[in-house]
């Protein structure tokens, strides 16, 4: 399971727009790089390479969830 979540755009309201994520798994702080195109840059892999594709599935549904949430919320 992943903890502490955490994402911030690298660059706001662009067309290639990317974000910095991060979180804790199995206590081990893991980080990376999120684009437009579902493409993931680790910048701390996890150490558990096997598990690797679980969690760049994670992280791709809870940046699709976020980022839809935020952006696409109706206007007041």
């Given at each position: 399971m992943l903890v502490?979540?955490?994402y911030k755009p690298l660059q706001?309201?662009?067309r290639n727009q990317s974000w910095l994520f991060s979180f804790y798994f199995q206590g081990q702080f893991t980080s990376g790089t999120?684009?437009?195109d579902g493409t993931i840059e680790w910048d701390?892999?996890?150490k558990q390479l096997d598990k690797?594709?679980?969690l760049k599935h994670a992280v791709h549904?809870?940046?699709l969830y976020h980022v839809?949430?935020?952006e696409h919320q109706p206007q007041e």
């Open positions: 502490h979540f955490q706001h309201k662009q999120y684009y437009y701390s892999p996890p690797e594709e679980e549904d809870l940046m839809y949430e935020d």
